[in-house]
Protein backbone atom coordinates (compact mmCIF):
# COMPACT_ATOMS: atom_id res chain seq x y z
CA UNK A 1 0.00 0.00 0.00
CA UNK A 2 1.33 3.29 -0.70
CA UNK A 3 2.72 5.60 1.46
CA UNK A 4 -0.17 8.47 0.61
CA UNK A 5 -2.96 6.24 1.47
CA UNK A 6 -1.45 4.97 4.54
CA UNK A 7 -3.09 6.15 7.63
CA UNK A 8 -0.35 5.63 9.99
CA UNK A 9 0.48 8.95 11.31
CA UNK A 10 4.13 9.70 11.70
CA UNK A 11 5.43 12.65 14.69
CA UNK A 12 8.64 13.99 15.20
CA UNK A 13 10.14 12.97 18.12
CA UNK A 14 10.21 16.46 19.52
CA UNK A 15 6.77 16.48 19.89
CA UNK A 16 6.14 13.13 21.42
CA UNK A 17 5.62 14.93 25.14
CA UNK A 18 2.62 16.64 23.58
CA UNK A 19 0.61 13.85 21.87
CA UNK A 20 -0.91 12.09 26.05
CA UNK A 21 -4.30 13.34 26.66
CA UNK A 22 -6.49 12.77 29.77
CA UNK A 23 -8.60 9.55 29.16
CA UNK A 24 -10.86 10.74 32.26
CA UNK A 25 -11.57 7.34 33.38
CA UNK A 26 -12.49 7.38 36.97
CA UNK A 27 -11.29 4.20 38.90
CA UNK A 28 -13.86 4.09 40.95
CA UNK A 29 -16.48 4.21 38.12
CA UNK A 30 -14.75 1.47 36.44
CA UNK A 31 -14.78 -0.61 39.28
CA UNK A 32 -18.92 -0.22 39.31
CA UNK A 33 -19.02 -0.94 35.85
CA UNK A 34 -21.08 -4.02 34.10
CA UNK A 35 -19.95 -4.95 31.02
CA UNK A 36 -21.28 -8.29 28.36
CA UNK A 37 -19.03 -10.36 26.71
CA UNK A 38 -20.43 -12.11 23.50
CA UNK A 39 -18.51 -15.21 22.88
CA UNK A 40 -15.38 -16.35 25.14
CA UNK A 41 -12.88 -17.53 22.23
CA UNK A 42 -9.77 -16.40 21.57
CA UNK A 43 -10.54 -12.91 20.95
CA UNK A 44 -13.23 -12.73 23.59
CA UNK A 45 -10.03 -14.42 25.67
CA UNK A 46 -8.22 -11.34 25.37
CA UNK A 47 -10.73 -8.92 26.34
CA UNK A 48 -11.93 -10.83 29.46
CA UNK A 49 -7.94 -10.53 30.51
CA UNK A 50 -8.17 -6.98 29.86
CA UNK A 51 -11.08 -6.40 31.55
CA UNK A 52 -9.82 -8.18 34.74
CA UNK A 53 -6.44 -6.20 34.32
CA UNK A 54 -8.07 -2.96 34.16
CA UNK A 55 -9.94 -3.87 37.52
CA UNK A 56 -14.07 -3.70 35.08
CA UNK A 57 -16.26 -4.57 38.69
CA UNK A 58 -19.05 -6.47 36.63
CA UNK A 59 -18.45 -9.25 33.61
CA UNK A 60 -21.48 -10.78 32.39
CA UNK A 61 -19.54 -13.53 30.23
CA UNK A 62 -21.87 -15.58 27.26
CA UNK A 63 -20.98 -18.75 25.31
CA UNK A 64 -22.86 -21.98 24.32
CA UNK A 65 -19.86 -23.91 23.55
CA UNK A 66 -16.95 -25.81 25.80
CA UNK A 67 -13.22 -26.03 25.40
CA UNK A 68 -11.64 -28.17 23.09
CA UNK A 69 -7.77 -28.51 22.18
CA UNK A 70 -7.81 -26.54 18.81
CA UNK A 71 -8.56 -23.51 21.67
CA UNK A 72 -5.39 -24.12 23.49
CA UNK A 73 -3.07 -22.23 20.83
CA UNK A 74 -5.08 -19.03 20.44
CA UNK A 75 -6.70 -18.69 23.81
CA UNK A 76 -5.04 -17.18 26.55
CA UNK A 77 -6.93 -18.27 29.69
CA UNK A 78 -7.56 -21.76 28.54
CA UNK A 79 -5.25 -24.77 29.77
CA UNK A 80 -4.79 -28.36 28.89
CA UNK A 81 -6.93 -29.37 31.87
CA UNK A 82 -9.82 -27.14 30.90
CA UNK A 83 -10.86 -29.10 27.58
CA UNK A 84 -13.48 -31.62 27.13
CA UNK A 85 -17.51 -31.40 27.32
CA UNK A 86 -17.89 -31.05 30.79
CA UNK A 87 -16.57 -27.74 30.80
CA UNK A 88 -18.16 -24.70 29.40
CA UNK A 89 -16.15 -22.18 27.82
CA UNK A 90 -18.21 -19.46 29.59
CA UNK A 91 -17.55 -20.91 32.92
CA UNK A 92 -13.62 -21.99 32.57
CA UNK A 93 -13.43 -18.15 31.62
CA UNK A 94 -15.09 -16.91 34.34
CA UNK A 95 -13.26 -19.33 36.86
CA UNK A 96 -9.65 -17.47 34.92
CA UNK A 97 -10.84 -14.04 35.35
CA UNK A 98 -11.50 -13.93 39.06
CA UNK A 99 -7.58 -16.11 38.86
CA UNK A 100 -6.05 -13.30 37.77
CA UNK A 101 -8.15 -10.04 39.68
CA UNK A 102 -10.21 -12.09 42.89
CA UNK A 103 -11.66 -8.32 42.80
CA UNK A 104 -13.84 -8.82 39.40
CA UNK A 105 -17.41 -10.05 39.97
CA UNK A 106 -18.35 -12.33 37.09
CA UNK A 107 -21.76 -14.16 35.79
CA UNK A 108 -21.26 -16.98 33.65
CA UNK A 109 -24.04 -17.55 30.92
CA UNK A 110 -24.64 -20.80 29.11
CA UNK A 111 -26.69 -20.06 26.31
CA UNK A 112 -27.56 -18.68 22.75
CA UNK A 113 -27.65 -14.93 21.80
CA UNK A 114 -30.51 -15.56 19.88
CA UNK A 115 -33.08 -16.30 21.92
CA UNK A 116 -31.27 -17.15 25.76
CA UNK A 117 -30.78 -13.73 27.14
CA UNK A 118 -33.31 -11.13 27.65
CA UNK A 119 -33.62 -7.52 27.11
CA UNK A 120 -33.37 -6.64 30.47
CA UNK A 121 -29.59 -8.30 30.61
CA UNK A 122 -29.09 -5.90 28.28
CA UNK A 123 -30.77 -2.81 29.15
CA UNK A 124 -28.65 -2.91 32.62
CA UNK A 125 -24.57 -3.41 30.75
CA UNK A 126 -22.52 -0.14 30.61
CA UNK A 127 -20.87 -1.42 27.41
CA UNK A 128 -21.56 -4.58 25.40
CA UNK A 129 -18.57 -5.95 23.83
CA UNK A 130 -19.35 -8.86 20.83
CA UNK A 131 -16.68 -11.66 20.17
CA UNK A 132 -18.00 -12.91 17.32
CA UNK A 133 -17.22 -15.42 14.06
CA UNK A 134 -20.45 -15.74 12.36
CA UNK A 135 -22.10 -12.93 10.61
CA UNK A 136 -25.89 -14.24 12.07
CA UNK A 137 -24.83 -14.26 15.64
CA UNK A 138 -23.19 -10.34 14.94
CA UNK A 139 -26.73 -9.66 13.48
CA UNK A 140 -29.13 -10.84 16.43
CA UNK A 141 -26.30 -9.20 18.88
CA UNK A 142 -26.97 -5.50 16.79
CA UNK A 143 -30.95 -6.13 16.98
CA UNK A 144 -31.03 -7.14 20.46
CA UNK A 145 -28.45 -3.72 21.67
CA UNK A 146 -30.77 -1.31 19.50
CA UNK A 147 -33.86 -2.57 20.78
CA UNK A 148 -32.64 -1.43 24.54
CA UNK A 149 -30.36 2.21 22.72
CA UNK A 150 -27.28 0.49 23.62
CA UNK A 151 -24.20 0.42 21.05
CA UNK A 152 -21.79 -2.57 21.10
CA UNK A 153 -18.46 -2.96 20.18
CA UNK A 154 -17.77 -5.40 17.04
CA UNK A 155 -14.49 -6.96 16.68
CA UNK A 156 -13.73 -9.71 14.00
CA UNK A 157 -9.82 -11.16 13.64
CA UNK A 158 -8.18 -13.42 10.26
CA UNK A 159 -4.51 -14.33 10.63
CA UNK A 160 -2.54 -11.78 11.40
CA UNK A 161 -5.49 -9.41 10.59
CA UNK A 162 -8.22 -8.11 12.70
CA UNK A 163 -10.75 -4.98 12.68
CA UNK A 164 -13.61 -3.50 14.84
CA UNK A 165 -16.74 -0.96 14.75
CA UNK A 166 -18.23 0.13 17.23
CA UNK A 167 -22.12 0.27 16.18
CA UNK A 168 -24.61 3.23 17.84
CA UNK A 169 -27.91 3.55 17.79
CA UNK A 170 -28.90 6.68 15.61
CA UNK A 171 -25.12 6.91 14.16
CA UNK A 172 -24.13 3.05 12.73
CA UNK A 173 -25.77 0.25 12.59
CA UNK A 174 -24.48 -3.85 11.94
CA UNK A 175 -27.00 -4.48 9.31
CA UNK A 176 -27.13 -1.36 7.74
CA UNK A 177 -23.68 -2.07 6.38
CA UNK A 178 -24.29 -5.91 5.32
CA UNK A 179 -23.46 -6.58 1.58
CA UNK A 180 -25.86 -8.27 -0.82
CA UNK A 181 -24.12 -11.48 -0.42
CA UNK A 182 -24.13 -11.39 3.38
CA UNK A 183 -27.71 -11.01 3.38
CA UNK A 184 -28.59 -14.26 1.47
CA UNK A 185 -25.99 -15.86 3.82
CA UNK A 186 -28.03 -14.93 6.54
CA UNK A 187 -31.04 -15.07 5.62
CA UNK A 188 -30.33 -19.00 4.18
CA UNK A 189 -28.88 -19.52 7.98
CA UNK A 190 -32.32 -18.04 9.63
CA UNK A 191 -34.13 -20.28 7.67
CA UNK A 192 -32.30 -23.96 8.57
CA UNK A 193 -31.20 -23.18 12.44
CA UNK A 194 -29.47 -26.36 12.34
CA UNK A 195 -27.35 -25.04 9.39
CA UNK A 196 -26.91 -22.05 11.52
CA UNK A 197 -25.74 -23.47 14.75
CA UNK A 198 -23.17 -25.75 12.82
CA UNK A 199 -21.34 -22.51 11.38
CA UNK A 200 -21.83 -21.46 14.61
CA UNK A 201 -19.98 -23.84 15.81
CA UNK A 202 -17.10 -24.63 13.28
CA UNK A 203 -15.35 -21.20 13.65
CA UNK A 204 -13.13 -22.21 10.46
CA UNK A 205 -11.54 -19.02 10.28
CA UNK A 206 -8.23 -19.01 11.21
CA UNK A 207 -6.92 -16.78 13.57
CA UNK A 208 -3.40 -16.16 15.65
CA UNK A 209 -3.03 -14.73 19.12
CA UNK A 210 -1.20 -11.55 18.21
CA UNK A 211 -3.91 -10.10 16.08
CA UNK A 212 -6.72 -11.38 19.06
CA UNK A 213 -4.51 -9.19 21.48
CA UNK A 214 -4.44 -6.31 19.30
CA UNK A 215 -7.92 -6.28 18.34
CA UNK A 216 -9.48 -7.05 21.64
CA UNK A 217 -7.33 -4.78 23.21
CA UNK A 218 -8.78 -2.15 21.26
CA UNK A 219 -12.14 -2.93 21.67
CA UNK A 220 -12.11 -3.01 25.32
CA UNK A 221 -10.62 0.86 24.97
CA UNK A 222 -13.56 1.47 22.51
CA UNK A 223 -16.03 -0.27 25.18
CA UNK A 224 -14.60 1.89 28.33
CA UNK A 225 -14.96 5.22 26.33
CA UNK A 226 -18.67 4.31 25.98
CA UNK A 227 -18.85 3.52 29.78
CA UNK A 228 -17.17 6.45 30.72
CA UNK A 229 -19.44 8.81 28.28
CA UNK A 230 -16.58 9.72 25.99
CA UNK A 231 -18.89 8.70 22.89
CA UNK A 232 -18.02 11.43 20.75
CA UNK A 233 -13.69 9.93 20.81
CA UNK A 234 -14.90 6.26 20.07
CA UNK A 235 -14.92 4.29 16.49
CA UNK A 236 -18.08 5.01 16.21
CA UNK A 237 -19.17 5.00 12.13
CA UNK A 238 -16.25 4.43 11.22
CA UNK A 239 -14.25 0.71 10.79
CA UNK A 240 -10.75 0.17 12.65
CA UNK A 241 -9.08 -2.29 10.20
CA UNK A 242 -4.97 -3.57 11.08
CA UNK A 243 -3.53 -5.23 7.96
CA UNK A 244 -0.30 -7.38 10.65
CA UNK A 245 1.61 -8.43 7.28
CA UNK A 246 1.87 -5.35 6.30
CA UNK A 247 1.51 -2.45 9.47
CA UNK A 248 -0.94 -0.92 8.47
CA UNK A 249 -3.13 0.82 10.36
CA UNK A 250 -6.42 2.48 8.38
CA UNK A 251 -9.80 3.75 9.32
CA UNK A 252 -13.40 3.39 6.80
CA UNK A 253 -16.32 5.06 6.83
CA UNK A 254 -19.37 3.29 7.35
CA UNK A 255 -22.51 3.37 5.05
CA UNK A 256 -25.19 5.43 6.26
CA UNK A 257 -28.47 4.09 8.05
CA UNK A 258 -31.11 2.29 5.80
CA UNK A 259 -34.68 3.09 6.17
CA UNK A 260 -36.81 0.46 7.27
CA UNK A 261 -33.68 -1.67 8.71
CA UNK A 262 -35.36 -4.24 11.38
CA UNK A 263 -32.70 -3.59 13.92
CA UNK A 264 -33.83 0.23 14.37
CA UNK A 265 -36.63 -0.79 15.85
CA UNK A 266 -36.41 0.57 19.68
CA UNK A 267 -38.22 -0.64 22.50
CA UNK A 268 -39.59 2.28 24.22
CA UNK A 269 -40.80 3.28 26.84
CA UNK A 270 -40.29 0.15 28.75
CA UNK A 271 -42.28 -0.67 31.91
CA UNK A 272 -40.79 -2.14 34.56
CA UNK A 273 -43.40 -5.33 36.15
CA UNK A 274 -41.92 -6.50 39.51
CA UNK A 275 -44.86 -8.58 39.58
CA UNK A 276 -43.86 -10.90 36.16
CA UNK A 277 -41.40 -13.20 35.76
CA UNK A 278 -40.53 -15.57 33.37
CA UNK A 279 -41.15 -18.69 35.54
CA UNK A 280 -44.75 -18.04 35.57
CA UNK A 281 -47.15 -19.75 33.71
CA UNK A 282 -48.69 -18.49 30.12
CA UNK A 283 -52.12 -17.75 31.98
CA UNK A 284 -51.18 -15.79 34.86
CA UNK A 285 -48.88 -13.65 32.85
CA UNK A 286 -51.71 -12.91 30.29
CA UNK A 287 -54.45 -12.27 33.17
CA UNK A 288 -51.92 -9.58 35.32
CA UNK A 289 -51.51 -7.66 31.56
CA UNK A 290 -55.32 -8.23 31.45
CA UNK A 291 -55.70 -5.92 34.36
CA UNK A 292 -52.94 -3.68 34.22
CA UNK A 293 -53.60 -2.38 31.07
CA UNK A 294 -57.90 -2.52 31.39
CA UNK A 295 -57.86 -4.70 28.25
CA UNK A 296 -59.93 -7.91 27.50
CA UNK A 297 -57.84 -9.70 25.08
CA UNK A 298 -53.73 -8.91 25.30
CA UNK A 299 -51.23 -10.71 23.32
CA UNK A 300 -47.64 -11.41 23.65
CA UNK A 301 -45.76 -11.04 20.19
CA UNK A 302 -42.89 -13.94 20.04
CA UNK A 303 -39.54 -13.32 18.82
CA UNK A 304 -39.38 -16.41 17.45
CA UNK A 305 -42.81 -18.70 16.44
CA UNK A 306 -43.90 -21.57 18.48
CA UNK A 307 -44.16 -25.04 16.55
CA UNK A 308 -47.20 -27.02 17.81
CA UNK A 309 -46.56 -30.08 15.40
CA UNK A 310 -44.25 -31.56 12.85
CA UNK A 311 -44.78 -34.09 10.12
CA UNK A 312 -42.87 -37.15 9.53
CA UNK A 313 -41.92 -37.55 5.26
CA UNK A 314 -41.55 -41.24 5.62
CA UNK A 315 -44.46 -42.20 8.23
CA UNK A 316 -46.37 -39.14 6.45
CA UNK A 317 -47.72 -38.62 10.49
CA UNK A 318 -48.06 -35.45 12.06
CA UNK A 319 -46.60 -35.04 15.98
CA UNK A 320 -47.68 -32.91 18.82
CA UNK A 321 -44.53 -31.00 19.86
CA UNK A 322 -43.98 -27.50 21.83
CA UNK A 323 -41.29 -25.73 20.67
CA UNK A 324 -39.63 -22.52 19.61
CA UNK A 325 -38.38 -22.18 15.96
CA UNK A 326 -35.03 -21.32 16.90
CA UNK A 327 -34.89 -24.98 18.97
CA UNK A 328 -36.31 -26.53 15.69
CA UNK A 329 -32.71 -28.79 15.71
CA UNK A 330 -32.07 -32.25 14.68
CA UNK A 331 -31.39 -33.54 18.34
CA UNK A 332 -34.57 -32.05 18.93
CA UNK A 333 -37.14 -33.76 17.08
CA UNK A 334 -34.61 -36.99 16.63
CA UNK A 335 -37.13 -39.15 18.40
CA UNK A 336 -40.12 -38.32 15.80
CA UNK A 337 -38.00 -40.00 12.98
CA UNK A 338 -38.91 -42.59 11.18
CA UNK A 339 -35.52 -44.23 10.05
CA UNK A 340 -32.07 -42.44 9.53
CA UNK A 341 -33.45 -41.11 6.14
CA UNK A 342 -36.11 -39.55 7.45
CA UNK A 343 -37.13 -36.22 7.19
CA UNK A 344 -38.71 -33.65 10.17
CA UNK A 345 -40.22 -30.65 8.95
CA UNK A 346 -42.75 -27.93 10.85
CA UNK A 347 -46.40 -28.53 9.86
CA UNK A 348 -47.80 -26.25 7.35
CA UNK A 349 -51.39 -27.18 8.95
CA UNK A 350 -53.53 -24.38 10.26
CA UNK A 351 -52.65 -22.89 14.07
CA UNK A 352 -49.63 -25.26 14.27
CA UNK A 353 -47.11 -22.85 14.57
CA UNK A 354 -47.61 -19.64 16.28
CA UNK A 355 -46.69 -16.06 16.40
CA UNK A 356 -48.89 -15.01 19.29
CA UNK A 357 -49.49 -16.34 22.58
CA UNK A 358 -52.82 -15.17 23.85
CA UNK A 359 -56.37 -16.73 26.12
CA UNK A 360 -56.42 -19.10 22.73
CA UNK A 361 -53.05 -20.75 22.97
CA UNK A 362 -53.67 -24.26 24.51
CA UNK A 363 -51.01 -24.44 26.82
CA UNK A 364 -51.72 -21.96 29.37
CA UNK A 365 -50.47 -23.88 32.22
CA UNK A 366 -47.12 -23.43 30.94
CA UNK A 367 -44.03 -20.91 31.62
CA UNK A 368 -42.84 -18.29 30.06
CA UNK A 369 -39.24 -20.41 29.96
CA UNK A 370 -40.94 -23.23 27.76
CA UNK A 371 -42.76 -20.77 25.32
CA UNK A 372 -38.96 -19.05 24.12
CA UNK A 373 -38.81 -16.51 26.39
CA UNK A 374 -35.63 -15.57 28.48
CA UNK A 375 -35.62 -14.70 32.31
CA UNK A 376 -35.63 -10.72 32.63
CA UNK A 377 -36.68 -10.69 28.82
CA UNK A 378 -38.55 -7.43 27.53
CA UNK A 379 -41.81 -8.48 25.85
CA UNK A 380 -44.22 -7.20 22.73
CA UNK A 381 -47.29 -7.32 24.19
CA UNK A 382 -50.08 -6.23 22.11
CA UNK A 383 -52.69 -3.79 23.76
CA UNK A 384 -55.40 -3.17 21.55
CA UNK A 385 -53.52 -3.35 18.31
CA UNK A 386 -50.73 -1.15 20.21
CA UNK A 387 -47.36 -2.47 21.32
CA UNK A 388 -46.17 -1.92 24.78
CA UNK A 389 -42.93 -3.17 26.20
CA UNK A 390 -43.11 -4.98 29.33
CA UNK A 391 -39.85 -6.13 31.74
CA UNK A 392 -39.51 -9.19 33.50
CA UNK A 393 -38.52 -7.47 36.65
CA UNK A 394 -39.54 -10.11 38.90
CA UNK A 395 -36.72 -11.82 37.42
CA UNK A 396 -34.05 -9.49 38.66
CA UNK A 397 -31.94 -11.56 40.73
CA UNK A 398 -30.97 -13.59 38.18
CA UNK A 399 -28.60 -10.95 37.08
CA UNK A 400 -26.11 -12.05 39.96
CA UNK A 401 -22.35 -11.14 39.70
CA UNK A 402 -20.15 -13.27 42.17
Known amino acids: MSKEKSNLITIPKEKWNNTVESVGWDEERINNLKIMVVGAGALGNEVLKNLALLNVGNIFIVDFDHVEYAN ?97 PGTSCYECNLTEEEHK ?35 VQEALKLAMGNTNKSLAGRKFNYNGMNNVIELYELDGLEKGCLSHFHYDPVYEAKELSAEMPLGEVLDWLRQHFKTNDPAIKLESEIILEVFS ?50 FLDKPLTELGIPRLDVMRVIIDGEPQFVELTGDISFLTFQ
Open 185 to 219: WIHYELGCFKVAMENLRLGRIPTTPISSSIIGAMQ
Open 313 to 362: RNSEKYYPVMMPHNKFTAEAVEQYMDGVDDEISVSTRDGMVRKYLDKNFP
Open 72 to 168: LAKSVLYREEDCGKENLKSSVAARKVQEINRQVKVMAFNGDIRSDIGLGVFRRMDAIIGCLDNRLARLMLNRQCFKVGKPWVDGAIENLSGELTVFM
